[in-house]
């Protein structure tokens, strides 16, 4: 015969598994507030570090312990606004449009042969202004991003058709760039004169609420474990 465990039992059971639950996600929170506020110290820095020469910072992808994302780098790419391009969908504050990507040559000798640079945002509708503009003589300069593959829910890229991710294998491919680099060149200068892509090389309102969310977590977790007690005592009252 199948027994039951009493109700009085089931009721602190599911009270302490919604504590757990509740701290748990509290201090995950906590976890990717210290991730973030490392991210933010590491946006601010760069916007005042002087750029390094790309191939340099390329050289370090694979050494222990170092981490490209967001490295101020400078090279030089004279057809960077003449050769052909890929474009990532998008979402700013202004609407929906693209990103444009293009590929630019390495100097020789270094670790890989190409790099994507991502020239900045378009707004919806306005591609068929984009032309070919012209010979890029000065430094370029931008920050380096890492990459990031398709999920189970980002939608597949059809042949000349948009990208959803940021699969650089992939869309270095589409370019036809040989050996390229795992990273993108988000381009912060020179801005295309006359019209052109808008260069957002990294977001400047990037939110930081995770405090909040982990205070909002432990708060109802004392408050589920609140109710249980003010429940007891007046169940004894």
Not at 148 to 171: C, L, M, N, S, Y
Request: hydrophobic share 45%.
């Amino acid at each position: 015969m199948t027994r039951f465990k009493p109700a009085h039992m089931i009721a602190p059971a599911l009270v302490l598994i919604g504590v757990v639950v509740l701290c748990s996600l509290g201090v995950w929170q906590v976890q990717r507030l210290q991730w973030k506020t490392h991210i933010l110290a590491r946006i601010a820095a760069l916007q005042t570090a002087p750029p390094e020469p790309l191939p340099v910072v390329l050289n370090r992808i694979g050494d222990r312990g170092v981490d490209i994302d967001y490295t101020h780098a400078v090279f030089t790419c004279p057809t960077l606004q003449q050769t052909p391009y890929q474009r990532i969908y998008a979402v700013t504050d202004e609407g929906f449009g693209d990103r444009v990507v293009t590929a630019c040559p390495l100097p020789p000798g270094g670790r890989y042969r190409s790099i994507l640079v991502d020239r900045g945002y378009v707004a919806n509708g306005d591609l068929a202004k984009l032309t070919p503009g012209p010979t890029v003589d000065g430094p370029v300069i931008g920050v380096l991003r890492k990459g990031a593959g398709a999920t189970a829910v980002t939608p597949k890229h059809q042949p000349g058709g948009e990208w959803f991710d940021r699969d650089a294998d992939a869309i270095a491919a589409a370019l036809s760039a040989p050996d390229p680099a795992p990273v993108f060149f988000m381009l912060e200068s020179p801005a295309p004169k006359g019209f052109g892509p808008t260069p957002m090389p990294v977001p400047t309102d990037i939110p930081n609420n995770h405090l909040g969310y982990a205070i909002t977590w432990f708060g109802l977790a004392i408050a589920l474990i609140g109710f249980y007690i003010a429940t007891l005592i007046r169940r004894r009252a």
